[in-house]
């Protein structure tokens, strides 16, 4: 078996309510099958959702339930190519840090877990609130320390 040039052992996916993050984590899935790697999901949680969860106004039960669904179309798709998969939720806005935002977000994780590869979901065209990774493609491209896929 040839060489590689890349050691893959975790690979990270930001992932919202968009069709567009579950393509990305079929890559993000289909490179860790390749690398023998696991994958890590970050559900990234949008401006208002954080707002009205501070605000009190939302139950958090419910935001909860929203990010499981999320992350369990990530670990559905991870079972089929038998490679593990860990998640996480993580606010991708402030209303203390102007410095808090979705790629932002994408990056610190991606340092936290010591992540070597990441599959970043490009732009959704829709404008759903619920879609909240729209400008941390471009963000995590020019920033990041890791490889990055934007799909």
């Known amino acids: 078996m040839p060489s590689r040039p890349l050691s893959i052992d975790l690979v990270l996916v930001p992932v919202d309510q968009s069709e567009e993050a579950t393509r990305a984590a079929e890559y993000a899935v289909a490179i860790a ?3 023998d790697a696991a994958v890590h999901a970050v559900h990234v949680l949008g401006e208002d959702v954080v707002r009205a ?3 009190g106004a939302v139950d958090e039960d419910a935001v909860f ?3 499981r669904a999320v992350t369990d179309t990530v670990s559905g798709i991870a079972a089929d190519a038998d490679v593990s998969v860990s998640t996480s939720v993580a606010y ?3 209303t203390t840090s102007k410095l808090l935002h979705p790629g932002s977000v994408v990056l610190d994780t991606a340092e936290e877990l010591d992540a070597d590869f990441i599959v970043v979901p490009r732009e959704p065209v829709s404008g ?3 879609e909240v990774l729209a400008k941390a493609a ?3 491209l020019l920033y990041a320390s ?5 799909v």
């Open 33 to 35: 099958a390749e690398y």
């Open 65 to 67: 339930e929203e990010s």
């Open 128 to 130: 759903d609130p619920g």
């Open 138 to 140: 471009e963000y995590v």
């Open 146 to 150: 890791q490889p990055v896929l934007s």
């Open 92 to 94: 991708g806005f402030s």
């Open 53 to 55: 969860i501070e605000r």
